[in-house]
Structures are given as structure tokens and as C-alpha cells.
């Protein structure tokens, strides 16, 4: 049978002899830049569809908050800057910023908060704070993705999954 992405072989109930392409909206029209298989992963085609020249040379103001496993201090010296803090959201901080090309600044969140809203103040505090005056260009750590913050600022799709969930 042949579909819109080729023809339609199953086996076992997958399918299999397929390729996906990876299109990227370029100037009002999408760009073919790589390719998917099962067997050998991405290849990219067109290495410079994933780069803006104009974040190259950036150096981005990352906040974040200290809590095990994912953000901890080296030693406990007072001074806090990229060389200082380690941990699983460091660690993919670090690769994320090798893969894209960026240079970052690591600063801990002055009040030691992920961000609330304060109902009577109208404020947030915490990191959400940070990202929504521009004091930050990014935030890296264990947040809770809420309506609330999220209606306020961007995340990425969740990294880790503790598998809590609550039904009502």
C-alpha cells in the first residue's frame, strides 16, 4: 500500500522500510534538512538550518537554584560560577550549550526560589522573577511546570519523568 510518506510495510505490526524528513520553515516555505530512519537515526543534511547567526558569540545569563542531584555546589567556597556547580541539570546545561553554540553565565537565584505569585503584591518571585524582568535569559533546574508559571513563561518539554501524577 503506499502512503503519503512512501510505501506501507508492516512487520509484526510496525512499520518498517520507512524514512522521515526533517523540514524546517525557511522564508515562508519548509526546507528539507535531514533525514530519519529506524535503523540509522538523524542525519542532518543542512548542519546550518539549526544555528542563528545571531546567537552566535552570546553569552546567555542562566539562573538557577541549588538542589540535589540536579544543581550542587562543588565546594562550599562562596563563590558561585560555572566552575562551582555540578550536577544532572549542569550537565545537560553544558551539552545543550556545546551542541547550539552558546557561551553561558551561571548565577544562583537571589531569593533561593523557583517562583510564586503573590496574589497581593501582583509579583513573582524567584526565578520565574528573574526570566520575566530579564535578569535572566534562561532558567535551568528541577521546575514544577504549572498553569500559572506557564502562562508567564516558556519551558521545554519535561526532561525527567518521576511518574507522580494526581487524577481528579
Known amino acids: 500500500m ?19 524528513d526533517l523540514l524546517k520553515l525557511k522564508r515562508h516555505a519548509l526546507v528539507k ?15 546550518e538550518a539549526f544555528f542563528d547567526p545571531g546567537t552566535m558569540n ?7 537554584i541549588l538542589e540535589q542531584p540536579y544543581v550542587m555546589l562543588k565546594t562550599p567556597s562562596g563563590i558561585v560560577d560555572n566552575d562551582q556547580l555540578e ?12 551542541m547550539v553554540g552558546f557561551e553561558y553565565k551561571l548565577t544562583l537565584v537571589p531569593d533561593g526560589k523557583y517562583g510564586a505569585y ?4 501582583g509579583e513573582w518571585n524567584g ?13 535551568v ?4 511546570i504549572n498553569y500559572a508559571r506557564e502562562s508567564v513563561i516558556d519551558f521545554t518539554k519535561p526532561f525527567m519523568n518521576l511518574g507522580i501524577s494526581i487524577l481528579f
Request: hydrophobic residues 40%.
Open 127 to 139: 526565578m520565574v522573577k528573574q526570566l520575566i524582568e530579564k535578569k535572566a535569559d534562561l532558567a
Open 58 to 64: 552570546v553569552t546567555l545569563v542562566v539562573t538557577t
Open 33 to 47: 534538512v535531514g533525514e530519519w530512519h529506524p535503523r540509522t537515526a538523524v542525519n542532518i543534511t543542512d548542519r
Open 87 to 98: 550536577g544532572f541539570c549542569i550537565d545537560l546545561l553544558k551539552e545543550i550549550a556545546t
Open 141 to 144: 533546574g528541577s521546575m514544577t
Open 2 to 20: 503506499k502512503g503519503l510518506s512512501g510505501p506501507i510495510e508492516l512487520k509484526e505490526g510496525r512499520r518498517v522500510h520507512f524514512r522521515l
Open 118 to 121: 503573590d496574589y497581593d503584591t
